[in-house]
């Protein structure tokens, strides 16, 4: 009697029998899973030689692979940049479109402000927002950790109505591709201090005019006999209840005695850059951005005829491409 | 020395599995060549298999110069004649989805396998195959031997033939398959011009394999081994439940009808012919009792009935009956089958939520999503603004100009930028956005209700709804 038994129902064991009769079969896989693993081993070897494989690390090289059948050597750069030319396949029939048509024109186009204000988002978030805030919602500036004349807000919100350089879309389109710096000068020398709280007083009040000292001391030089700001100036609006900085009577103190972009230490600083000298962004960018920032809410129509002019433009810019 | 072999004994492990000897199992080593016997089940699977011709014809219909039944994954919808369903609407299909298993469900508890034996895909493809087979190769005994028979120009001939036919009917299985997806007619141009997509191609090939291989190849297998609902549908049979049995009380004992050329006495109806075994497409024994192999076809019952027939015993030794009866307990009535009732109310609650979405579909739905950075805008007069996003989704087959309205919200509202109608595209979601501004001093509460409704310039009663707030500074 022996333990060592080398065939159970003809199939190889190891040898080894537990619990009596419980063997260790041997058996071979099947064909078909051999096959494949064999094929398995010879791919292995096959995809290592087609794309890039041995890094060299001293030569600070790498093996390219011998490539693909079809397409040629394989590397991430090139599958980036053939997605790439798939996305700007769907866009460049409108981009065409935009590059030589005017703000106005792209915003009466439904489809066109659409496509705009999808693109716009990435635009703003990426060139604007540090400044206005993203969305255009501002960014306020308050607390101890800001200067008295850091104070308010940093640049204008967007979404609303008030515009310091108007807000019809070319104006908006002009801000961004000529910058904008406004300049006040510093009132400290010409009022005494009673006459500077009257005017901040009645500044805040939304009522400047109420006091004499306003034309007197030559504010309605800049801000209008009314107070209400001259758009070709960039001078304010006082009335309204938008305040560019600090609408406190202490704030308005601040703006009134040293000015913006006055020169002044204490002065404000309020610049918009030039996006043209920039250079940062395109022609188009431009556009888009001016479109964008204007269906922000706060946009001011054109009367109707220079949109039916523009229309007209675009029409004329559809049948033959003019250059600007 | 072989131990093994003396281990089998009662006792030891190898003994537990002494039973696997009774066990016979199907493993698809022999073709089965099942007979076709005319009767009224094998009427009926006639009847009910040609339900499969809307799977062949069904989306060659126009409606209104257009393909009245296509599921168009490509554009994301389904258009069944006039309706069209988008995405959005397809919870509907969950509820389809259950409808249809609670179907088969209840089905199955009140009269077992019916959808295997008389629907499904398999058991049809299955018949029309072998049915081919027939018509080239004989009646079974023929086939046997023709499988038997060294090749020679007859046999090469015979098989050709045979599987140049289940070919041609897999392609046009696939071919069939795919006009559901796309448009029929192009479809044909296309593959006519070797012009299909490599996706359509993709589709073509593997149904016209699959068809191929599982109805000319694995037949009876694939119900035995692959199909998983041939196993889920055993738990829903109970004792209730009618399905083809054998009548044993009846039948046995069995034996042949003549012995030694004289009639035996005293013995059950079942004469042993084997008809039933012959006839069964799987290859199942009835007499052995209900079995997983059993699809419920019926054609063993023609073939007892004929034979009953013809040795003047009654009908129904095999026939539709229940365990209850067939083992001499008091049968229940239909309706005394609880199970059943709540399969049948899942499967209206599942149809009622259909029709109601079908009579809800609308042409026209409404979202509108507030902005939420900033959620108002003060305006240089003080008054607040919000802004809204809305999209509209137009259901119907045409463009269409809305223009919107504003119930509640703020006394002295304005909505900004509905001057004109807009424009909404056709199977599209349209977004556009809406200003509404109001007077600080008539808000009261930091957030106010606001409903939003669109209407078709046309036909203002093509209308949708959306239920939204108005957001201002703390009050």
């Not at chain 1, 703006?255 to 188009?284: C, H, Q, W, Y």
């Not at chain 2, 259901?395 to 900004?416: E, F, S």
Request: some cysteine; glycine content about 8%; proline content about 4%.
């Amino acid at each position: 009697m022996s333990d060592n038994q080398n065939s159970a129902g003809g199939v190889p064991t190891t040898g080894h029998v537990w619990d009596d009769d419980l063997g260790d079969l041997t058996n071979q896989p099947p064909r078909w899973w051999m096959l494949g693993l064999t094929a398995s081993a010879i791919w292995v070897v096959v995809y290592w030689l087609m794309y890039p494989s041995i890094p060299f690390a001293t030569s600070g090289d790498f093996f390219k692979g011998v490539g693909l059948p079809a397409t040629g050597q394989w590397s991430a750069i090139k599958e980036l940049a053939e997605d790439q030319a798939v996305l700007d396949a769907v866009r460049k029939p409108y981009e065409d479109k935009l590059k030589d048509m005017t703000p106005a024109a792209i915003l009466a186009d439904s489809e066109l402000s659409e496509y705009v204000t999808r693109s716009g988002k990435v635009l703003f978030s990426d060139n604007c927002a540090a400044c206005h805030g993203q969305n255009g919602v501002g960014s306020e500036q308050k607390g101890a950790k800001f200067a008295v004349r850091e104070q308010g807000l940093m640049a204008p919100v967007l979404l609303d109505d008030d515009w310091l350089y108007g807000g019809k879309v070319d104006d908006i389109h002009t801000s961004i591709t000529g910058g904008r710096q406004g300049m006040m000068m510093a009132h400290k020398d010409m009022l005494s201090d009673a006459e500077l709280d009257t005017l901040a007083n009645a500044v805040a009040a939304g009522n400047p005019a109420s006091t004499p000292l306003f034309a007197e001391k030559g504010c309605t030089a800049c801000h209008g006999a009314d107070g209400k700001g001259v758009a070709a100036m960039g001078s304010a609006n006082l009335t309204g209840k938008i305040w560019r900085f600090d609408g406190s009577v202490e704030g308005i103190k601040q703006t009134i005695k040293f000015g913006v972009n006055s020169g002044d230490a204490e002065s404000r600083d309020a610049v918009m850059p030039n996006f043209t000298e920039a250079g940062k962004l395109s022609v188009v960018d431009m556009k888009k951005l001016a479109v964008y920032v204007y269906k922000f809410g706060g946009g001011q129509a054109e009367a109707v005829a220079p949109v039916v002019e523009a229309a007209a433009v675009s029409a004329v810019a559809d049948a033959a491409p003019v250059a600007e | 020395m072989s131990e093994l072999g003396k281990k089998t004994e009662v006792g030891s492990v190898t003994g537990l599995y002494s039973e696997h000897v009774e066990w016979s199992t199907n493993l698809g080593d022999a073709t089965i060549h099942a007979k076709r016997m005319p009767g009224r089940f094998r009427t009926l699977k006639y009847i009910t298999e040609s339900f499969w011709l809307i799977f062949f014809f069904g989306a060659y219909l126009r409606w209104n110069g257009k393909q009245a039944l296509l599921l168009d994954v490509n554009n994301r919808q389904f258009h069944i004649f006039n309706l069209t369903i988008l995405p959005q609407d397809i919870w509907m299909v969950s509820l389809l989805l259950l409808l249809l298993a609670m179907a088969l469900f209840a089905i199955t508890s009140v009269a077992s396998r019916v959808f295997c034996g008389f629907f499904c895909f398999q058991t049809a493809w299955v018949d029309l195959f072998t049915w081919v087979e027939e018509k080239i190769e004989g009646n079974p005994n023929k086939r046997h031997k023709l499988d038997a028979a060294p090749w020679n120009g007859e046999k090469i001939r015979k098989k050709v033939l045979k599987h140049v036919i289940w070919l041609a009917i897999s392609v046009f299985t696939g071919i069939s398959f795919t006009i559901w997806f796309v448009d029929a007619f192009q479809y044909w141009r296309d593959l006519l011009s070797f012009n299909l997509s490599m996706l359509e191609w993709v589709t073509l090939i593997s149904f016209t394999l699959g068809t191929y291989f599982l109805a000319g190849f694995l037949r009876e297998q694939t119900c035995l081994w692959l199909c998983p609902y041939a196993r889920i549908q055993a738990v829903m049979a109970d004792s209730q439940t009618i399905l083809p049995a054998y009548d044993v009380s009846r039948g046995e004992p069995r034996g042949k009808l003549r012995q030694a050329g004289k009639v035996v006495e005293q013995q059950g109806d079942c004469i042993d012919c084997f008809q039933c075994v012959q006839v069964c497409p799987t290859g199942v024994d009835i007499r052995d009792g209900q079995q997983l192999g059993c699809i419920t076809c019926g054609v063993c019952l023609d073939a007892c009935d004929s034979v009953m027939d013809k040795i003047g015993r009654p009908r129904g030794l095999i026939r539709y009956a229940s365990l209850d009866e067939l083992e001499g307990r008091p049968v229940k009535k239909l309706y005394q089958h609880p199970r059943t009732w709540v399969y049948v109310v899942i499967l209206l609650l599942a149809l009622g939520g259909i029709i109601y979405g079908l009579n809800h579909l609308g042409s026209l739905t409404l979202r509108v999503a507030p902005e939420r950075q900033p959620l108002f805008v003060r305006m240089s007069d003080g008054s607040i603004q919000n802004k809204y996003t809305f999209k509209v989704l137009n259901k119907t087959d045409h463009n269409l100009h809305v223009n919107v309205k504003a119930d509640g919200g703020i006394k002295g509202q304005v909505l900004v930028g509905i001057e004109e109608p807009k424009l909404v595209t056709h199977g599209k979601a349209t977004s556009f956005t809406i200003f509404v501004k109001a007077p600080d001093e008539n808000i009261l509460k930091e957030v106010t209700k606001i409903v939003f409704r669109v209407e078709n310039v046309e036909d203002p009663t093509m209308a949708a709804e959306y239920t939204t707030m108005f957001n201002a500074p703390k009050r």
